[in-house]
Each structure stands twice: as C-alpha cells, then as structure tokens.
T-cell receptor
Framework: DAGVTQSPTHLIKTRGQQVTLRCSPKSGHDTVSWYQQALGQGPQFIFQYYEEEERQRGNFPDRFSGHQFPNYSSELNVNALLLGDSALYLC?????????????FGDGTRLSIL | DQQVKQNSPSLSVQEGRISILNCDYT??????FLWYKKYPAEGPTFLISISSIKDKNEDGRFTVFLNKSAKHLSLHIVPSQPGDSAVYFCAASAGGNQGGKLIFGQGTELSVKP
C-alpha cells in the first residue's frame, strides 16, 4: 500500500525563481493538503484540494498556487521566490477533506533559497 | 495568534516510565484533535486522534486525554521506549467548511533514555 510520495526530496533555487513541487496521495485518498514547515516550528497550512478545486486556503500570498489532477495527485507552485520561502514543504492526503479523518503525510521537499 | 500551543519544547524521560506531552488551544470551534510523531528527515506520522465528543482515546501504549473546559489535551505514552524519541506535534481542526485544515503546535522533542 503506497503512502504519500513527494518529489523532489531536495531543491535549491535562487531568489525570484519559480518552483513546482509534486505529490501523489496515499492509495484510496482523494484530498490533498499542503503545509510549510519552517525550522523549529509546526507545519502551517497552505491550502487544500478536493475534486480538483482549492477548497480552503491558509494565510499565504498569491505567489503560492496549486493544482490537483484527475488522478488526485497535486502540485504546489511558488513564484518569485523569497529567502523566507526556505522551508520543508509537506503534502498530506486524506479521504473527503471535510470529515474528521487523520491526514497522512509524505516525507516532504526541502526547499532552499539562495 | 497561536491557536495551538505546546509550551514545553523538550522532555526527557527514563525508559519504562510514563511520558506526558501537553497541548493547549484557544479556539472553541476545534472539534478534532490529533497527535503526530516526527523523526528527522521524515514526514509527520499519525499517532492517535480524539473527537471533541470524547474525553479519552486509547491505542496500545498511547492515550490521549481531552479537557474541553480547560482547552487542554495531553498524550500519555506508557511505557516509554527509546524508539519513542522524536518530535511530537499536536494538531486541531474545526468542523464545517474548516474541516481538514490542521492547526499545529510548535512541537515537543521527547528524549527517552535507556
């Protein structure tokens, strides 16, 4: 039973560039959420996708955007990268995002901005 | 505005003894609470959850207690094992159209010494 998979595992970019991170949900899950985890902090909610639409959004600027595909996989795009975007980006999947069910996380993408 | 707080950044416990990790929250709309464990270079792993209609939930060595009047939850690990050494995050979500958006605490690093 494949869990949540994320790619790439590490990425180095420079300020002003754009980045795309990818996530495949756990088998049987249809909802994908993205989180940003800064060093020494808990994960912060970016947004959630269900039925190929953004259903909820956290307090992140429009530079952060996403997409969900018909096979439930998802992408996170960040434009005009800033030094402060350096963080671990986590993808989590669940079944039907509105219900109280645990989200299962991938191992994340470590993004470093130079 | 930190809606979920873990006030102890670290905890050290002897193997075989009880570990108690604490978490406080401020939002009375939260109705679902979770604990995750995180090892370095891995994503958070779901441990146990509790709905606001309950005050206790057990799963093997792990028990979560919820005190709604105090807006406090705790995770008890009995007996503690060296493999339990990790960072523990509590998380909460509200129902309705906020369902699925997890708000995390800052984490508590547990060290279980042999």
């Amino acid at each position: 039973d494949a869990g949540v998979t994320q790619s790439p595992t590490h990425l180095i970019k420079t300020r002003g560039q754009q980045v795309t991170l990818r996530c495949s949900p756990k088998s049987g899950h249809d909802t994908v959420s993205w989180y940003q985890q800064a060093l020494g902090q808990g994960p912060q909610f970016i947004f959630q996708y269900y039925e190929e639409e953004e259903r909820q959004r956290g307090n992140f600027p429009d530079r952060f955007s996403g997409h969900q595909f018909p096979n439930y996989s998802s992408e996170l795009n960040v434009n005009a990268l800033l030094l402060g975007d350096s963080a671990l980006y986590l993808c989590a999947s669940s079944l039907r995002g509105y219900s109280n069910q645990p989200q299962h996380f991938g191992d994340g993408t470590r993004l470093s901005i130079l | 505005d930190q809606q979920v707080k873990q006030n102890s950044p670290s905890l050290s416990v002897q193997e075989g003894r009880i570990s108690i990790l604490n978490c406080d929250y401020t939002n009375s709309m939260f109705d679902y609470f979770l604990w995750y464990k995180k090892y370095p270079a891995e994503g958070p792993t779901f441990l146990i959850s509790i709905s606001s209609i309950k005050d206790k939930n057990e799963d093997g060595r792990f028990t979560v207690f919820l005190n709604k009047s105090a807006k406090h939850l705790s995770l008890h690990i009995v007996p503690s094992q060296p493999g339990d050494s990790a960072v523990y995050f509590c998380a909460a979500s509200a129902g309705g159209n906020q369902g699925g958006k997890l708000i995390f605490g800052q984490g508590t690093e547990l060290s279980v010494k042999p």
